[in-house]
């Protein structure tokens, strides 16, 4: 199989570089890091990808039971690494794909060399002693929403996910990008996002990382920031100065910046 042509893989940047591998997080795709790329493209090599189901990865890649858990994700990111011999690379995640960087390292510890969690959540559903920012019954309904009226579900939740009222063109991106998804592929990746329960991974980390959350966001509270740096032993925890899920779009430059710092760090 052609992984690059299956992944949408585009390689860009320093040749020589450390590579930087940027994963996009549910209803989205690579293009969602066109405003990290310039930060990163004169020192990295700089990979990005969609995953089957989203983007222009190749749709006849699916498959319901590879993609029902972070697993079938996480194999996508190890077998990318391979056919492009990526070694210590450094993992960028934007929100459950944050988990799957963490799943990804460890099934393939020579690929994976550094962490970057941008709004992690191991755990969308509030646990005894754990808030995740839902209810059982707020996923229930959120995912019956979605599976009965995708467009529709999209249309309402896209920006609350964007946060940034003010900002509407934000949101209407998000729409967009969600509504581009083929809707029996999305209810997959949600169920298995939304459903998903990664807080006994975070313990397997062993590798630099660092952890950016913002001051609001609806989907991943500051709450769960804090519960993902004290679970990682020695990651570094950065709280953004931006609101809502998204900030690599709504706040860019403070997103970069905290990168790049971390980056130069692993030097």
């Known amino acids: 199989m052609d992984i690059g042509r299956r992944n949408n893989v585009n390689v860009i940047g320093n040749p020589r570089g450390r590579a930087v591998v940027l994963a996009h997080g549910f209803g989205c ?17 700089v ?36 056919a492009f011999d990526l070694r210590d690379a450094v993992f960028v995640g934007h929100s459950v794909s944050a988990m799957t960087g963490v799943l990804a390292a460890g099934m393939a510890a020579e690929r994976i060399g550094a962490l970057v969690m941008v709004a992690p959540s191991p755990r969308y559903i509030d646990d005894d002693g754990y808030r995740g920012g839902f209810s059982a019954e707020d996923i229930d309904e959120l995912l019956a929403s979605l599976e009965s009226n995708y467009l529709g579900w999209s ?18 991106e998000l729409t967009n990008s969600f509504c581009a998804t083929d809707p029996d592929m999305a209810r997959v990746f949600a169920r298995t996002t939304f459903l998903s ?30 519960f993902v740096h004290r679970a990682i032993p020695g990651s570094t925890l950065v709280t953004l100065d931006a609101t809502g899920h998204c900030p690599h779009l709504s706040a860019p430059e403070a997103t970069n910046e905290a990168i790049t710092a971390f980056l130069a760090g692993l030097r």
């Not at 795709?29 to 090599?45: C, G, H, I």
């Not at 959350?213 to 989907?219: A, G, K, L, P």
């Open 197 to 226: 329960d990664s807080r006994n991974d975070l313990k397997t980390v062993r590798v630099p990382t660092l952890v950016l959350e913002c001051t609001q966001d609806v989907i991943a509270p500051r709450e769960v920031g804090a």
């Open 47 to 82: 990979v990005l990808f969609d995953y089957v189901g989203s983007g222009r990865a190749d749709p006849s890649a699916f498959s319901e039971d590879r993609y029902a858990s972070l697993d079938g994700y996480a194999r996508d990111v190890v077998e990318v690494c391979e």
């Open 155 to 172: 249309a309402a939740m896209a920006p609350v996910i964007m946060g940034n009222a003010d900002r509407p063109e934000l949101g209407e």
């Open 29 to 45: 795709d690579q293009n969602m890091w066109r405003l990290t790329v310039p930060a990163l493209v004169e020192e990295y090599k």
